[in-house]
């Protein structure tokens, strides 16, 4: 499976941006995480593989949204109200879990149970 990351770019606080995430098979729960220089990678937002449920970190609750768009195999990332603390690379990631779904667990699984990676797509918020 492959994931090509993109949509990044410099903005300033207060602006939008959407990032996209195609990927070359539907059929994965997808998230995005984001790694700021010298801080882990941190969870973002999810969204399981019927698209039925999204999670989202606190910190990006009620500015960011997840769809995505299964004839298209692609994952968005709306990011509005943008911050300076909003400045990473941002990664999206596939998982064969199915959670969100019908009698599965609820939440996203950890990062370390995503098996592909996209490379990564710089978002620059400036003051």
């Known amino acids: 499976v492959q994931l090509q990351a993109s949509g990044g770019g410099l903005v300033q606080a207060g602006d939008s941006l959407r990032l996209s995430c195609t990927t070359s098979?539907?059929?994965?729960?997808m998230g995005w995480f984001r790694q700021a220089p010298g801080k882990e990678r941190e969870f973002v937002a999810a969204?399981?593989?019927?698209?039925?449920?999204?999670e989202f970190s606190d910190v990006v609750k009620g500015r960011f949204t997840i769809s995505r768009d299964s004839a298209k195999n692609t994952v968005y990332l709306q990011m509005n109200s943008l911050k300076p603390e909003d400045t990473a690379i941002y990664y999206c990631?596939?998982?064969?879990?199915?959670?969100?779904?019908?009698?599965?667990?609820?939440?996203?699984?950890?990062?370390?149970?995503?098996?592909?990676w996209g490379q990564g797509t710089q978002v620059t918020v400036s003051s």
């Open positions: 098979d539907r059929t994965y729960a």
């Open positions: 990631g596939s998982t064969h879990s199915i959670w969100g779904e019908a009698g599965a667990a609820p939440t996203p699984p950890p990062a370390d149970d995503y098996l592909y």
């Open positions: 969204i399981s593989w019927s698209g039925r449920s999204v």
